[in-house]
């Protein structure tokens, strides 16, 4: 006699690998027709790339404390930076807000943004602002069931005494989610600045293009059922053009490509909340430093709080983010 419970949960499975591996596909099948594109005619311009650096690390107290592996769990007030597509949850609404303070306070910056997400579509918005530069993020899709997809649009507003930069770029992302036995399961893939940003640098009367770093990651979290908690554990791989291959270029991969990963675990008893992560690992491995985050939260009613560091040794980052639901 046939068990329709386990078949099911196979199913499930089996649905959920097929459609990563197309997903994956797909994204491989777009960055490596970018790349082959001839030099001359992807780029002759003199910019050195990764011109939004300061973004690489990602935002808001949650996803930092994972290490930054937040593509595949993000929601809330920050969703929208970390992937277009909307969040495979029960249908809500969320606005919030957080700080952020870098380099032991020399460098600090806010945000402030929302997520609504309906049964068969959601939206967000993101604005993060400092000092030098603003950044706005307008992103939303559809939810079919399990899965979602989304695209998203920037803005970048760089602005210095006698300095100007400006561009706009576009994400792209989707997720899918299973349930195994007592287990969640969610791939992710998210893939910014696609086609590389142009940064277009007014200084004075003199005009120049740089380029914000084309970031594909593709991730795996899976949670789980622990006592009276939950575990949770995301990894995220991230690959990153920093720009695109010039002329004549024949080092292209060794001088702008770089392949990292990094990795978060997330425990929630009741209300509370510990993460840990480790961040942004360069590949190979053996050459990686360890960047250790530690974050902790926790929810009353509709609210919820993070509380982040990031310790370094040129001064430590940290980062208070709130998000209240309807």
Not at 93 to 122: D, I, K, P, Q
Not at 168 to 191: H, K, N, P, T
Request: with cysteine; hydrophobic share 45%; charged share 15%.
């Amino acid at each position: 006699m046939k068990r329709p419970g386990k078949l099911s949960r196979l199913s499930s499975f089996t649905r959920a690998r097929r459609t990563a591996w197309r997903l994956v596909a797909v994204l491989l099948a777009v960055t490596l027709a970018a790349l082959s594109v001839p030099p001359c005619a992807a780029s002759d311009v003199g910019g050195g790339g990764n011109a939004v650096q300061f973004l690489r690390d990602g935002i808001g107290a949650a996803g930092r404390a994972m290490g930054g592996a937040w593509t595949a769990l993000a929601s809330g007030s920050t969703s929208a930076f970390w992937n277009p597509a909307p969040a495979i949850q029960t249908p809500s609404v969320m606005v919030g807000g957080a700080y952020e303070e870098r380099s032991g306070g020399l460098f600090a910056l806010n945000y402030l943004g929302g997520a609504a997400t309906a049964e068969e579509w959601g939206i967000s918005a993101l604005t993060v602002q400092s000092e030098m530069y603003d950044v706005y993020i307008l992103a939303g899709g559809l939810v079919r069931g399990s899965f979602s997809l989304g695209i998203g649009a920037n803005a970048y507003v760089f602005g210095v005494p006698d300095q100007r930069g400006v561009g706009l770029g576009l994400d792209v992302g989707c997720r899918y989610g299973a349930q195994i036995e007592r287990s969640e399961l969610i791939v992710a893939l998210a893939s910014k600045d696609v086609g590389w940003t142009n940064i277009v640098w007014r200084v004075l009367d003199v005009e120049e293009t740089d380029f914000a770093a084309w970031v594909t990651r593709a991730a795996l979290a899976v949670s789980s059922p622990l006592g009276e908690g939950r575990l949770t554990v995301e990894a995220d791989a991230e690959l990153a053009f920093n720009r695109p291959p010039r002329e004549g270029e024949v080092d292209y991969w060794d001088k702008a490509v770089e392949a990292s990963v990094c990795a978060g675990i997330q425990g929630t008893w009741r209300s509370l909340r510990g993460r840990l992560g480790l961040q942004s690992l360069t590949l190979p491995l053996a050459e990686a430093r360890v960047r250790a985050t530690f974050g902790i939260g926790f929810t009353y009613s509709n609210l919820s709080i993070d509380l982040t560091m990031i310790p370094s040794a040129l001064g430590s980052t940290y980062l208070g983010e709130f998000n209240v639901g309807f």
